[in-house]
C-alpha cells in the first residue's frame, strides 16, 4: 500500500512515475499515479499533462465516463487548452456523442488553421457545427 504524499516533490515524482507506465503501455497502473499526482498539488504544465495523461487513460482502458470526467474537470482549470478539448472529443466519440465530437474536432480545426481553402468557408462551417443532422427545406 501506498504512503500518502504531501510533499510537491512527491506530486512530480508521481506525475513521473504515471508517465513512465504511460509511455510502456502500461495504463491500469499509470492512472492511480496520475490520480496522486494531481490530488497532491502538482502545478502548471505538469498538471495539464497529468490531466490529458489521466483522461486519455481512462479512455484507453474503456472507462469512457471517468475520461469525460476527467477532462471536463481539466478544462475547468485550463479551459483555453485546445489538446484537452481534442482528446475530449475522442472522448464523446466513445460515449456516442458523435455530433459533439465532430463539432469540438471541426471547431479546434476552424480556430488554428491556417488553410485559405479552409478559412474560406469559416462562417458557414461555424454554422453547420453544432446543426450536423439538421436540414433545410
Known sequence: MMNEITQPADAEASYQLARQYDSE???SEAAPFYELALESGLKG???RGAYLGLGSTYRALGEYVR???IFDRALKEFPDDRSLKVFRALTLYNLGQRDKCV???LLQLLDTT?????KRYDRALRFYADKLDQTWK
Do not use: V, W
Not at 114 to 118: E, F, H, L, P, T
Open 67 to 69: 475520461s469525460k470526467e
Open 114 to 118: 491556417a488553410n485559405d481553402q479552409i
Open 103 to 105: 463539432e469540438e474536432l
Open 25 to 27: 503501455g502500461k495504463e
Open 45 to 47: 504544465e505538469n498538471r
